[in-house]
């Protein structure tokens, strides 16, 4: 059955998380939040979800709004970049897109990253729709309002942070994605257990062959579950001065992983890495047992995930790391584990062990 969660900022909602289980509701959702026949609609997607799914929301949309234009990039982080955006932005213009007009995001965490720092710049800002076609775009990329793109091949350099108006999430698109990508989502999913809820890591854990099995009912409960782990997170901390810190837990080595392979693991693969390597320095620190950590490696290996990488240098990821966007000076804000279900910002780990984690998941 549908779900709707409402998103505040302020304690005024700002958007709602529509969870529904095909694409006929996006129109009316569209004309309640005061989008008329006038206003013109860009759908931007890339090349596989369009031959998927654009021309049903086109057609829908069509019924109901005069112009409606379809925009589609080559699929892949290689192409989460500002040349994508300005060819983007070129469309925008020659199609005369103004302030009241609207960008749709059909796809995953690059199509929806990418179209909301288009939306956030574009005339100074127009409005955007996340409509999340991936595991990983529907419990994480879609919610909060982080967009951005890679620049000189390092992650979400250039970016803003830029609500969306609405998050529509069409739960049976699931259906056409490739298991590794389910594998990538469950990266996030594994992420908010650990740092927010041990009861929900423990659920996943039980859940695991429901899961893999995509079991809508089961799906859906997970999917709802980890929405509102995000939601309350952002609603505390936006713009992330604090707490929203915490949604960074595996990425501080797991962007570097991902920078290093060249993109060849997906983003939810290599925050795997970075997940295991943060537990191991959690072990380490003395709070996490070693039972514990060998309890999240397995976890993540059940799931898929490889927890071991080859033929990257750890210095490279070492130096990889001075570039992640929670530096405060010399020193990286690393989240690290209290416990399972409780994660904090640490500042004092030395490069001596940060190498250390480094090593427990990369070979070189
Ligand atoms: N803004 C945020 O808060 C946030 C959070 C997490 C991740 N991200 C970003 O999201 C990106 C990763 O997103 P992703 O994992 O969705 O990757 P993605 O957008 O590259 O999509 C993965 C692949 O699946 C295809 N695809 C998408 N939906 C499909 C469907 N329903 N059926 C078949 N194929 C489908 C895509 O074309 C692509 O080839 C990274 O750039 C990461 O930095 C952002
Ligand atoms: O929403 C957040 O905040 C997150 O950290 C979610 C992450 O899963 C996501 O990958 C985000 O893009 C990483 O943030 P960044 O600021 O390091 O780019
Ligand atoms: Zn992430």
């Known amino acids: ?169 069409n739960l049976s698109v699931l259906q056409s994605l490739p298991s590794r990508q389910i594998v990538s989502g469950m990266g996030e999913i594994i992420k908010h257990g650990l740092i927010k809820d041990d009861a929900y890591y423990e659920w996943l854990m039980a859940h695991h062959d429901a899961i893999l099995a995509l079991e809508p009912a089961v799906m859906e409960e997970m999917i709802a579950r980890s929405c509102d782990i995000k939601r309350e997170v952002v609603e505390h901390d936006p713009t992330e001065k604090g707490e929203r810190a915490l949604l960074n837990f595996g990425h501080t080595i797991g962007h570097a992983i991902e920078k290093l392979c060249g993109f060849s693991l997906y983003h939810g693969e290599c925050v795997g890495l970075g997940i295991l390597a943060a537990a191991y320095l959690s072990q380490k620190q003395g709070n996490l047992t070693k039972e514990q950590l060998a309890g999240i490696s397995q976890c993540l290996a059940a799931f898929g995930f490889q927890t071991q990488i080859g033929g990257i240098s750890p210095d490279a990821v070492l130096s990889a790391t001075k570039s992640d966007k929670k530096m405060v000076g010399s020193q990286v804000k690393f989240i690290l584990l209290h416990t399972i279900g409780d994660a904090y910002i640490y500042r004092e780990l030395s490069d001596a062990q940060i190498l250390d984690g480094i090593r427990y998941v990369c070979r070189a």
């Open 1 to 169: 059955m549908a779900q709707s969660i409402p998103v505040k900022a302020n304690d005024s909602i700002i958007y709602h998380i529509e969870l529904v289980h095909d694409f006929s509701m996006l129109p009316t959702f569209l004309q309640q939040l005061g989008y008329g026949r006038t206003q013109k609609i860009c759908i931007v997607t890339d090349s596989n979800v369009a031959p998927l799914y654009a021309r049903d929301v086109q057609d829908l949309l069509e019924k109901e709004f005069d112009t409606v234009i379809l925009h589609t990039f080559e699929a892949g982080e290689h192409n989460k970049n500002l040349e994508t955006v300005n060819t983007l932005y070129q469309t925008l213009i020659e199609q005369h897109f103004d302030r009241q007009d609207l960008l749709i995001a059909l796809g995953g965490g690059v199509v929806g990253d990418l179209t909301g720092f288009t939306a956030a710049t574009y005339l100074r800002g127009i409005d955007f729709i996340q409509v999340p076609t991936t595991l990983l775009s529907q419990v994480d990329s879609s919610i909060g309002g982080k967009t951005g793109v890679d620049f000189m091949q390092y992650k979400n350099m250039v970016g803003a942070f830029y609500q969306p108006k609405l998050v529509y999430m």
